[in-house]
């Protein structure tokens, strides 16, 4: 029997590190958190010392049952949760469970931290144990009960003044006002012309353009030629004249490679790089660092990835430097490692930068035992971390000034004449610039060249960008919301709640989303303050080293919050969802408002309910009318529900029909016939499930008794019963990795049967 017990978080973690312990450890996971607070209100109790009531999370009582079991017959316990503030605060929660039981009498429960899942790593941690760090701890147990404080009185209130189901969060509602910032900023942008003018020339075969930058020895700003005439103009004066070569700027430039990957810069680069979401990167780094079998055995590939440090070991450093020495000539390996600094103000807990756990496993070899996605994300850590110890890139650069009668036109060009890191790895950025990498020809200062062509073109400024996936990672980390750890689930939060959707992978704030942040920014803008909330993220990582105690801090935020929260109250529904417009009803004369409903904004008149004017915000009173004065009527068919007229009504998501009698009936259908499968409903067993659009575009496919019957799945149904459970359906699933498999829509069940291999196109049917 072991002697020794080491607990994890995750299973997989677990296989792999039961192979480098032995027969004398046994190897539980806990399979993540094991407590959280109660979810009803009090449960953080803000008169006591912010006492904290807890219960075991149902899903994982089997796991820690089967922890307490072995904990019972061992003699060692070592918790190895991960190594940051949630996983001390695991591995404290699983002690408070166990003192609780009364299991540890006599027994000591150790940390063991690693930062990476390799054989001396883990060997050397188990040698190395400590007590667990209750300053950590602290700071979690601070960070939860702020976040439960301020969803637990935030959300209520916006139930009550703008819709259910809404919630705010201490870092959520930061972010979602960056994004609700932004489109402002473009929505008040106005659109600037203005030109540029340039010479085409050539000598030899080397052909070369040069932009006009001193116009009668004045330099040309942005809007110096807001017009085409004025352009025109400057052309006139400058026909005719010679092209004659005058300053040349020769200059050897160099570039530097980008750190290795931290939380944020992996996020950041694997959106732009691989098209990953951020939720999609941690997820597959996790499964990296957790370990795949690579053919010998279950190893971690990675280091462990929610960290702020661009630090690496000297081991390391070591290693990546052997391996340039071996397959880069000489000129590709610097004569001393490359260290780099922290931008970031704390970096989190001290651990490496994310890196390969060896060098020598290389991308290419480990291919084979990962999928698509864990080779495109390891492939990219690896080659971002060889880079980084590699020389600097060398470029020649060009700058050369040609007279033009008045005028002065500069040329400029770069040559790279050694790759360096380059070699390897570039880094992306969001929203660049081509840069001008055109290679000049040789010229001589006071020689003349040919005006092949005198142009001008024009331009219009541009509003700032929506933000990207990317771009908001890298702009809440520089304003200090939230921590790297924490940027994929605010994102996910974001989406899920509807506050945002995506428009080509750019974020667009829903109306739900603008009237949550407008409301938090008029009566709570402190909270939402992205100072404050920066001040409260640098004070949690005071807790965490032992600088602050968690109490006051929590003291100070509550006292201030529950007023605020307490004056808010009296605010009235309309205060919050109407906004007043200088515009007369065209119906009845009275103001009209734009109003928010179940399906977002719309203009409506303030007479209501004696006038019923509607219309949707962005169409004129024109179109309203136009759209009202002449319905359509179907022909042929009575509503249903009360006998009235169909009509083709416009709503927000499009043409729909409706019953004549709205609102006193309120029966609707979609305008075109959805596409009947044939299946019969496995549900209510008298309806077919038919074909849908989901309000962002996404197909599903729902029982057309609805809303009867609300039974609904994501994937192609086929009138098949499952073998192993007997549901009276199963699904067709696609993916790259498994091709195309019949499932069986109930989770629980799990049955699976690969039809068609990945790449395989399945013959059209009708279902």
């Given at each position: 029997m072991p002697s020794s017990l080491?607990?994890?978080?995750?299973?997989?973690?677990?296989?792999?590190?039961?192979k480098y312990l032995g027969p004398d450890f046994e190897v539980l996971a806990s399979y993540g958190h094991v407590r959280d607070l109660v979810p009803k209100n009090g449960a953080v109790d803000p008169e006591k010392g912010f006492a904290m009531k807890y219960q075991l999370i149902p899903k994982n009582a089997k796991h820690v049952d089967a922890i307490a079991k072995a904990v019972d017959e061992a003699e060692n316990i070592y918790l190895a949760t991960d190594p940051d503030r949630e996983g001390e605060a695991i591995s404290w929660h699983l002690v408070q469970i166990l003192e609780g039981k009364k299991l540890l009498k006599g027994k000591r429960a150790q940390r063991v931290v690693f930062h990476e899942i390799t054989k001396n790593a883990v060997l050397d941690a188990i040698a190395h144990p400590r007590q667990i760090a209750q300053d950590m701890v602290d700071a979690q147990q601070a960070r939860r009960a702020l976040d439960y404080l301020v969803g637990f009185n935030l959300s209520p209130l916006l139930w009550k003044k703008i819709r259910r189901g809404l919630s705010a969060g201490r870092v959520q509602s930061p972010a979602l006002r960056l994004i609700c910032e932004?489109?402002?900023?473009?929505?008040?942008?106005?659109?600037?012309?203005?030109?540029?003018?340039?010479?085409?020339?050539?000598?030899?075969?080397?052909?070369?353009?040069?932009?006009?930058?001193?116009?009668?020895?004045?330099?040309?700003?942005?809007?110096?030629?807001?017009?085409?005439?004025?352009?025109?103009?400057?052309?006139?004066?400058?026909?005719?004249?010679?092209?004659?070569?005058?300053?040349?700027?020769?200059?050897?430039?160099?570039?530097?490679?980008?750190?290795?990957?931290?939380?944020?810069?992996?996020?950041?680069?694997?959106?732009?790089?691989?098209?990953?979401?951020?939720?999609r990167t941690m997820r597959t780094a996790q499964q990296l660092y957790e370990g795949v079998d690579v053919g010998q055995g279950t190893?971690?590939?990675?280091?462990?990835?929610?960290?702020?440090?661009?630090?690496?070991?000297?081991?390391?450093?070591?290693?990546?430097?052997?391996y340039i020495g071996q397959k880069f000539d000489a000129d590709f390996l610097p004569k001393n490692p490359v260290a780099f600094k922290n931008k970031s103000k704390n970096a989190q807990e001290a651990h490496e930068a994310i890196r390969p756990t060896s060098i020598l496993r290389t991308p290419e070899s480990v291919k084979p035992f990962l999928t698509a996605e864990q080779f495109k994300l390891y492939d990219m850590i690896w080659k971002r971390t060889l880079a980084c110890q590699m020389a600097p890139a060398k470029f020649d650069t060009t700058s050369v000034d040609i007279t033009v009668g008045e005028g002065v036109f500069r040329a400029t060009g770069q040559v790279l004449v050694f790759a360096g890191f380059l070699a390897v790895y570039e880094e992306d950025v969001d929203?660049?610039?081509?840069?001008?990498?055109?290679?000049?020809?040789?010229?001589?200062?006071?020689?003349?060249?040919?005006?092949?062509?005198?142009?001008?073109?024009?331009?219009?400024?541009?509003?700032?960008?929506?933000?990207?996936?990317?771009?908001?990672?890298?702009?809440?980390?520089?304003?200090?919301?939230?921590?790297?750890?924490?940027?994929?689930?605010?994102?996910?939060?974001?989406?899920?709640?509807?506050?945002?959707?995506?428009?080509?992978?750019?974020?667009?704030?829903?109306?739900?989303?603008?009237?949550?942040?407008k409301f938090l920014t008029e009566h709570f803008a402190q909270y939402v303050d992205?100072?404050?909330?920066?001040?409260?993220?640098?004070?949690?990582?005071?807790?965490?080293?032992?600088?602050?105690?968690?109490?006051?801090?929590?003291?100070?935020?509550?006292?201030?919050?529950?007023?605020?929260?307490?004056?808010?109250?009296?605010?009235?529904?309309?205060?919050?969802?109407?906004?007043?417009?200088?515009?007369?009803?065209?119906?009845?004369?009275?103001?009209?408002?734009?109003?928010?409903?179940?399906?977002?904004?719309?203009?409506?008149?303030?007479?209501?309910?004696?006038?019923?004017?509607?219309?949707?915000?962005?169409?004129?009173?024109?179109?309203?009318?136009?759209?009202?004065?002449?319905?359509?009527?179907?022909?042929?068919?009575?509503?249903?529900?009360?006998?009235?007229?169909?009509?083709?009504?416009?709503?927000r998501y499009g043409k729909f029909i409706g019953c004549a009698n709205y609102p006193k009936c309120k029966h609707i259908e979609p305008l075109e016939k959805p596409k009947d499968t044939g299946v019969v409903c496995p549900e209510c067993k008298t309806g077919h499930l038919i074909e849908r659009k989901s309000r962002y575009g996404k197909l599903f496919y729902s029982c057309n008794t609805y809303p009867k019957c609300k039974y609904a799945t994501w994937n192609p149904p086929i009138a098949e019963s499952c073998p192993k459970c007997g549901w009276p359906i199963l699904t067709l699933k696609t993916t790259k990795r498994r091709g195309t498999e019949k499932v069986c829509p109930q989770k629980e069940c799990g049955y699976s049967e690969v039809i068609a291999p990945p790449g395989t196109e399945l013959p059209a049917t009708d279902a």
């Amino acid at each position: 029997m072991p002697s020794s017990l080491l607990i994890v978080e995750s299973p997989s973690k677990a296989k792999t590190l039961k192979k480098y312990l032995g027969p004398d450890f046994e190897v539980l996971a806990s399979y993540g958190h094991v407590r959280d607070l109660v979810p009803k209100n009090g449960a953080v109790d803000p008169e006591k010392g912010f006492a904290m009531k807890y219960q075991l999370i149902p899903k994982n009582a089997k796991h820690v049952d089967a922890i307490a079991k072995a904990v019972d017959e061992a003699e060692n316990i070592y918790l190895a949760t991960d190594p940051d503030r949630e996983g001390e605060a695991i591995s404290w929660h699983l002690v408070q469970i166990l003192e609780g039981k009364k299991l540890l009498k006599g027994k000591r429960a150790q940390r063991v931290v690693f930062h990476e899942i390799t054989k001396n790593a883990v060997l050397d941690a188990i040698a190395h144990p400590r007590q667990i760090a209750q300053d950590m701890v602290d700071a979690q147990q601070a960070r939860r009960a702020l976040d439960y404080l301020v969803g637990f009185n935030l959300s209520p209130l916006l139930w009550k003044k703008i819709r259910r189901g809404l919630s705010a969060g201490r870092v959520q509602s930061p972010a979602l006002r960056l994004i609700c910032e932004r489109e402002n900023e473009i929505r008040a942008f106005t659109q600037q012309e203005y030109w540029s003018i340039h010479l085409d020339s050539h000598k030899g075969r080397t052909r070369f353009t040069a932009r006009l930058t001193t116009l009668a020895g004045r330099k040309l700003e942005q809007f110096d030629l807001p017009t085409e005439a004025e352009q025109a103009a400057v052309l006139a004066r400058l026909a005719n004249a010679p092209a004659v070569v005058g300053t040349i700027e020769k200059k050897k430039k160099t570039r530097s490679p980008a750190a290795p990957f931290t939380t944020s810069t992996l996020q950041q680069e694997a959106v732009r790089k691989l098209g990953m979401t951020t939720d999609r990167t941690m997820r597959t780094a996790q499964q990296l660092y957790e370990g795949v079998d690579v053919g010998q055995g279950t190893v971690g590939l990675i280091t462990y990835m929610r960290t702020d440090s661009v630090a690496l070991a000297n081991e390391a450093v070591g290693e990546i430097r052997d391996y340039i020495g071996q397959k880069f000539d000489a000129d590709f390996l610097p004569k001393n490692p490359v260290a780099f600094k922290n931008k970031s103000k704390n970096a989190q807990e001290a651990h490496e930068a994310i890196r390969p756990t060896s060098i020598l496993r290389t991308p290419e070899s480990v291919k084979p035992f990962l999928t698509a996605e864990q080779f495109k994300l390891y492939d990219m850590i690896w080659k971002r971390t060889l880079a980084c110890q590699m020389a600097p890139a060398k470029f020649d650069t060009t700058s050369v000034d040609i007279t033009v009668g008045e005028g002065v036109f500069r040329a400029t060009g770069q040559v790279l004449v050694f790759a360096g890191f380059l070699a390897v790895y570039e880094e992306d950025v969001d929203d660049a610039e081509d840069e001008d990498n055109a290679k000049l020809p040789a010229l001589e200062e006071g020689e003349s060249l040919p005006v092949d062509k005198l142009y001008g073109e024009q331009h219009f400024t541009q509003p700032p960008p929506r933000f990207s996936e990317a771009s908001l990672v890298k702009a809440l980390e520089e304003y200090g919301i939230g921590r790297p750890s924490t940027y994929a689930s605010i994102i996910s939060t974001l989406k899920d709640r509807e506050y945002v959707t995506l428009d080509k992978k750019r974020f667009v704030p829903t109306d739900t989303g603008e009237i949550v942040n407008k409301f938090l920014t008029e009566h709570f803008a402190q909270y939402v303050d992205y100072n404050f909330t920066a001040k409260l993220e640098n004070q949690l990582d005071e807790i965490a080293s032992g600088e602050r105690q968690w109490v006051p801090v929590m003291d100070t935020f509550w006292k201030g919050f529950k007023k605020q929260v307490t004056e808010k109250e009296g605010i009235s529904r309309a205060e919050v969802t109407t906004e007043s417009l200088d515009e007369a009803c065209p119906k009845c004369g009275k103001p009209l408002s734009i109003k928010f409903g179940k399906r977002g904004r719309f203009i409506a008149c303030t007479g209501y309910p004696d006038c019923d004017y509607t219309r949707n915000i962005g169409e004129t009173a024109e179109q309203a009318a136009e759209e009202a004065e002449a319905p359509t009527v179907i022909e042929g068919r009575v509503c249903p529900d009360c006998g009235g007229e169909l009509h083709i009504k416009k709503g927000r998501y499009g043409k729909f029909i409706g019953c004549a009698n709205y609102p006193k009936c309120k029966h609707i259908e979609p305008l075109e016939k959805p596409k009947d499968t044939g299946v019969v409903c496995p549900e209510c067993k008298t309806g077919h499930l038919i074909e849908r659009k989901s309000r962002y575009g996404k197909l599903f496919y729902s029982c057309n008794t609805y809303p009867k019957c609300k039974y609904a799945t994501w994937n192609p149904p086929i009138a098949e019963s499952c073998p192993k459970c007997g549901w009276p359906i199963l699904t067709l699933k696609t993916t790259k990795r498994r091709g195309t498999e019949k499932v069986c829509p109930q989770k629980e069940c799990g049955y699976s049967e690969v039809i068609a291999p990945p790449g395989t196109e399945l013959p059209a049917t009708d279902a």
